[in-house]
């Protein structure tokens, strides 16, 4: 999710009564710090493609960095006290992230592979709303902040919960109206009831809308891709590409050919519901498939 609802919940649970001095500190850089890896963006975008949600969201930088942080801290009050502290900070973190279509690489270094709750979109307005309300009415009523801090945490709980029920419906709905080899279901920026799917029947690929309410489906587009098409190929020895298809759970591309240069479009379905050419990678090549030009849009 974004930096300020990550600080936002460092200041959350800080008013669930850990008044040390430091605390809320400790809390707040903590819960931004698994974000570092965006550092990696000073080496092109196939860096940051590549490292960010990587070795900095994992069980090992969980285990070692509030081992840090309460040695650093620990002539502030403690450092198995500080250590506790920044294992709550660096870990809702870690679990925000996780519901995320993007996904992290949670178990890295054991895994490198992403994984992803698929329950809120990079964004989720209702999270972030919640939680400055909390702050907010807290630093109003100090007395009742703790209670007012474990309502916010219980109710963002509950709302994730129901989150992953309508999902799971949205799934099996989707299911009993499609026939399909792959269901795959995603929130959409600011939706409850309404899910982006992508279906994939042999070598076709459906993208389109669950709605809940209307008990309907609805398909936007349908792709079929050659991946046998030589510029395609080419297309995977580039370094953004690379980076692209490590996060990409849908990837798709299509090949255009223009006065004996071929660009090639790699998009990820999972997010196609977005206006513009959102987290698009590409690629144009000569006639003797040299790479000549490559970018990525987020």
Same mark, same amino acid.
């Given at each position: 999710? =974004?930096?300020? !609802?990550?600080?936002?919940?460092?200041?959350?649970?800080?008013?669930?009564?850990?008044?040390?001095?430091?605390a809320?500190?400790v809390?707040? #850089?903590?819960?931004?710090?698994?974000?570092?890896?965006?550092?990696?963006?000073?080496?092109?975008? @196939?860096? #940051?493609?590549?490292?960010? *949600?990587?070795?900095?969201?994992?069980?090992?930088?969980?285990?070692?960095?509030?081992?840090i942080?309460?040695?650093?801290?620990?002539? %502030?009050?403690g450092?198995?006290?500080?250590?506790? /502290?920044?294992l709550?900070?660096?870990g809702?973190?870690?679990?925000? =992230?996780?519901? !995320?279509?993007?996904?992290?690489?949670?178990?890295?270094?054991?895994?490198? $592979?992403?994984?992803?709750?698929?329950? !809120?979109?990079i964004?989720?307005?209702?999270?972030?709303?919640?939680?400055?309300?909390?702050?907010i009415?807290?630093?109003? $009523?100090?007395?009742? @902040?703790a209670?007012i801090?474990a309502?916010?945490? #219980?109710?963002?709980?509950?709302?994730?919960?129901?989150k992953?029920?309508?999902?799971?419906?949205? *799934?099996?709905?989707?299911?009993?109206?499609?026939?399909?080899?792959v269901y795959?279901?995603y929130?959409?920026?600011s +939706?409850? /009831?309404? &899910?982006?799917?992508?279906?994939?029947? +042999?070598?076709?690929?459906?993208?389109?809308?669950?709605?809940?309410?209307?008990?309907?489906?609805?398909?936007?587009?349908?792709?079929?891709m050659? &991946?046998? =098409?030589?510029?395609?190929?080419?297309?995977?020895?580039?370094k953004?590409v690379?980076?692209?298809?490590?996060?990409?759970q849908?990837p798709?591309?299509?090949?255009?050919?223009?006065?004996?240069?071929?660009?090639? *479009? &790699?998009?990820?379905?999972?997010?196609?519901?977005?206006? +513009?050419?959102?987290?698009?990678?590409?690629v144009?090549? =000569?006639?003797?498939?040299?790479?000549?030009?490559?970018?990525? %849009?987020?």
């Amino acid at each position: 999710m =974004d930096p300020v !609802t990550h600080a936002l919940s460092g200041m959350v649970i800080q008013q669930l009564g850990f008044r040390r001095k430091a605390a809320v500190f400790v809390l707040v #850089l903590s819960a931004l710090l698994p974000d570092i890896d965006y550092i990696s963006r000073f080496w092109g975008v @196939a860096a #940051l493609l590549q490292y960010h *949600r990587g070795i900095s969201h994992g069980i090992l930088a969980l285990a070692v960095v509030p081992l840090i942080m309460g040695f650093i801290f620990r002539n %502030k009050g403690g450092f198995f006290y500080y250590y506790f /502290l920044s294992l709550l900070g660096y870990g809702s973190h870690l679990l925000l =992230d996780l519901t !995320t279509q993007y996904g992290v690489q949670i178990l890295s270094p054991l895994d490198w $592979n992403r994984y992803s709750l698929d329950l !809120t979109f990079i964004v989720d307005p209702y999270i972030s709303i919640g939680l400055l309300a909390a702050v907010i009415l807290g630093r109003m $009523n100090k007395r009742r @902040a703790a209670v007012i801090a474990a309502s916010a945490v #219980l109710l963002i709980a509950g709302y994730l919960g129901g989150k992953a029920y309508l999902q799971e419906r949205a *799934r099996l709905f989707l299911k009993a109206g499609a026939d399909a080899n792959v269901y795959r279901v995603y929130p959409l920026p600011s +939706g409850v /009831l309404r &899910w982006w799917y992508v279906t994939k029947a +042999g070598d076709e690929i459906s993208t389109g809308i669950v709605d809940l309410f209307m008990e309907k489906t609805f398909t936007y587009q349908k792709y079929r891709m050659d &991946w046998t =098409d030589p510029a395609i190929i080419d297309s995977k020895g580039n370094k953004v590409v690379r980076g692209f298809l490590l996060f990409a759970q849908n990837p798709y591309a299509e090949v255009r050919r223009v006065h004996g240069v071929a660009t090639v *479009r &790699w998009k990820d379905l999972s997010y196609s519901f977005l206006p +513009g050419e959102r987290f698009t990678a590409e690629v144009a090549m =000569d006639g003797k498939g040299k790479i000549v030009k490559s970018g990525f %849009k987020f």
